[in-house]
């Protein structure tokens, strides 16, 4: 039923359907209205989870791999500084394979500190060895969180859902949460094969050396690169079951014969969308794409949709300091591989919550039709207090 | 043709009819702004004019523009009411209404920001302020917080404001707005709700009266 | 460049943006005032370092640095050894709420103490992860609300007791470690300067309530931390190398319900029976806090400086209604 809802709120009715036995929860802005509302759910008795309010989000993340360890679907919630204290046991998590979830909300890192939205806590992150999926709205938030226990389950790898913090977490608008007879028909009854059991005793977690380690990583790899073709199937079982497809991999609009694509992640891709409408109503040939799913790399699908059009503009809202974006530097990577030479601009914005306007995203656009910059450039930056000096290209 | 992405309120993509068959916006899409200080219920009041245009069959947002969680803090909420689906998450730059909860607002925050001419203003006020602005604005003024104290034995103006926004645009039914004060304020009891919709309809008849004699 | 106002002398100053009634903004004022300017500061993430260095502005007129959530007492250790290893010593103090000691904070801060850095850590309780919308802590109350503890067909708030911090710290066998609350000036502050002249690891937890976490009137944030000591909820006390030195003692002891009357976190126990059973739990804890410490003994003989200070000049503390407090 289609219902106006609050995103944190959606999300955790979604959370709520998927059955998670056990729930690690540790308050950050802009997560915290999520796991409010899960321990409303469990104090009405409206959720049968244990419930664990944890020290901190290490211990968060830990709870979290012990539940699954333990043969139980669990759920967290994190971002910004609270998902990089997670760092070590969220690399724990992956080499052990665990078919963990949770949800992202997506903020800036500090310092300086900052509880906008951005997306330097994930992206900071991709090496993890995490399956990464950067919802639009907060129906495919819902959705996703469903998807990702699939994926997880399935895959054997951990998935983290990234929401943009307070542009979607705090934001009401329309969602249609899918009843519970209808998610327990999408997603099976929690079955892990190395579990912490009596019954069949396995030693999870052991040591490896030089001769065997980079096999270990390799393995991972492949399951990461192969998790792709699943994401995408189950996306469009999804579709089948719920009616709603969000791509699988990558979205896309208005790519036909588009002479400029913009690539993007996450919630901005709203407004790029509204952009492109308005450009092409001038009669530019204007296309946009989203990632929605940046780990595994989608280079394949990445390259088969841009391969055709003549100028690409990254907007991202991370980047490597000292180097470049970092969506741009992969998509760069991707198509030179392929051997398709297409000048790719990266734009970095929308750093700590700051918007993405309208007239920004077209400048944005505009610029790819001027000289293609090898630097990226930082798209809108105002004046900083005297003594420090204003960057327009690194 | 000539498309200002700033100015242009239009929305492209297909359009939808409103089902309730009330009022219907006259353009694609309405933008408020709601200022408000921490602890006034300023994103509540966003959050319930959404549910209520939901409810009248329009596409509806709301979000905060969120500071720490401090009560006395200046904050600001913002709605889009739309006849078609919102993909936009961006602030409001050109609310077509501002709905201003604290006078001490006025002097110190940009409640003016991206108004245009004919634009509207509600006020909580006991009587119309002196500074007004430099643009032509269409003001609507009325005390909030005496209402709100009398129904619901404290100052807190939202759902009042509320009724003030629904008698001045006609963007949303009175009845929707009621339905969302009971929903969302189920967790509160009864009695509170009765007290908000009655503080709701009094800004409503308030407004109308003041529409009417101007 | 020397920032500090020369018109005004609190090292935090005015222009901050605590919420009206603030018991850790009054006492963070009361505690810096007391050790001054010419110290270190070192912040965790929590409502003060938040309220006072909003968006590029500060109202700290002494060196301060804010790091992250969980290392404030680890930054600490590294300023002292920075210090030490010059000869300079300049006073260190942390600075940090509850959720930054009870809980993400207490690895470092057991750090620290376990290698004696000389540092005095302060910790404002307020009984909650306040900043980000009142979330519990392992310092809520028994019973109380949050909003990852609520009241709900299957509960009547928080399930678990409230950490024994004091304790915790105290077994650490360190030099001193004290309780203090805002409405007992003369206490806090006796214990700040004796804190401050004492070398090594020292501790203070002050209970410090807040009218939008407790839900409490702003206007009456004395009044509930008084009652707070004098329900023998929150004993005030000192410990020295882990024994117990010193208490203020009770002139008599009231009902929880008094204190739980003028908090709406405590509201829900108020008409259900799972509520007035808690009720009866939360004042069998505090008859056991009042018998552990012998709060309402007055035949224990202390022999610290501060408890005799304590008995010679009585309670202290801001009373704004003699009437009220002998009732």
Known sequence: ?394 | MNFDVNKDKRIFGQSDIAKSGKKVATSGLHEIRFHGRGGQGAVSAAALLSLAAFSDGFEAQAFPKFGSERRGAPVEAYVRISTIPIRRHNQVYQPDAVIIQDTTLLRSEPVFDGLEDGGLMILNAERRPETLGTKALRWVYLPANRISETFLGRPLPNTVLLGALAAATGWVSLAALEQAIGNHLVRKGEEVVTANINALREGYRITLEQEEAS | MDSRDPFRHNVLTSGHRACSGCGEAMAARMVTDIIGPDAIYINATGCLQVFTTHNQQSSWQAPWIHSVFANAAAVASGVEAALRARGDDTPVIVQAGDGGTFDIGLQCLSGMIERGHDVLFVCYDNEAYMNTGVQRSSSTPHAVRTTTSPPGRLSEGKHHLKKDMISIIAAHQMPYAATATVAYFPDLKAKVEKAMSIKGPRFLQVLSPCPLGWDHDAAQTIQVSRLAVETGLFPLLELEHGAVTGVMHLPQQRPVEDYFRLQGRFKHLFGSKGGIAEIRHLQALADARIQRYGLLDTTTDWNTDTASQVQRHGRGGYSLDRQEDSQ
């Open chain 1, 1 to 394: 039923m289609r219902q106006q809802l609050e995103g944190s709120r959606a999300v955790a009715e979604a959370v709520q359907r998927c059955r998670p036995q056990v729930v690690a929860a540790y308050p950050i802005t802009p997560q915290t209205h999520i796991i409010e509302h899960l321990a409303q759910m469990v104090a009405d008795g409206e959720l049968a989870s244990e419930f664990v309010s944890v020290e901190s989000e290490f211990a968060a993340a830990s709870v979290v791999l012990g539940a699954v360890a333990t043969g139980s679907r669990a759920f967290t919630a994190s971002a910004s500084q609270g998902l990089l204290l997670m760092t070590e046991v969220l690399f724990n998590i992956a080499g052990l394979r665990l078919p963990v979830v949770m949800v992202c909300a997506n903020r800036a890192v500090g310092a300086p500190i900052n509880i906008f939205s951005d997306h330097q806590d994930s992206m900071a992150l991709r090496d993890a060895g995490w399956i990464q999926l950067y919802v639009e709205s907060n129906q495919e938030a819902v959705d996703t969180v469903i998807q990702a226990y699939r994926i997880a389950e399935t895959c054997e790898l951990p998935v983290m859902i990234c929401m943009d913090g307070f542009f979607l977490t705090h934001t009401f608008e329309p969602v249609d949460v899918p009843e519970q007879e209808a998610v327990d028909a999408f997603l099976p009854d929690f079955h892990f094969a190395r579990t912490l059991d009596p019954a069949q005793p396995m030693t999870l977690g052991g040591g490896s050396e030089p001769d065997n380690y980079q096999e270990y990583r390799h393995a991972q790899h492949q399951a990461m690169v192969s998790a792709a073709d699943e994401i995408d199937n189950i996306n469009t079982e999804f579709t089948q079951s719920f009616g709603r497809d969000y791509g699988g991999l990558i979205d896309h609009y208005q790519l036909e014969e588009a002479e400029v694509v913009l690539v993007t992640l996450g919630s901005v891709m709203g407004a790029v969308k509204d952009v492109v409408d308005s450009l092409r109503g001038q009669g530019q040939s204007v296309g946009a794409l989203r990632l929605r799913c940046f780990r595994p790399f989608p280079a394949t699908h990445l390259v088969a949709a841009l391969r055709n059009t003549r100028r690409i503009v990254v907007l991202e809202k991370a980047f490597s300091v000292g180097a470049d974006g970092i969506v741009a530097t992969e998509l760069r990577a991707a198509l030179h591989n392929a051997g398709v030479a297409i000048p790719v601009e990266s734009f970095i914005g929308g750093l700590g919550g700051r918007d993405l306007t309208l007239s920004l995203i077209e400048e944005v656009f505009r610029a790819a039709s001027a000289e293609p910059s090898a630097n990226c450039r930082f798209a809108g930056l105002n004046s900083l207090p005297d003594d420090i000096p204003i960057i327009e290209e690194t």
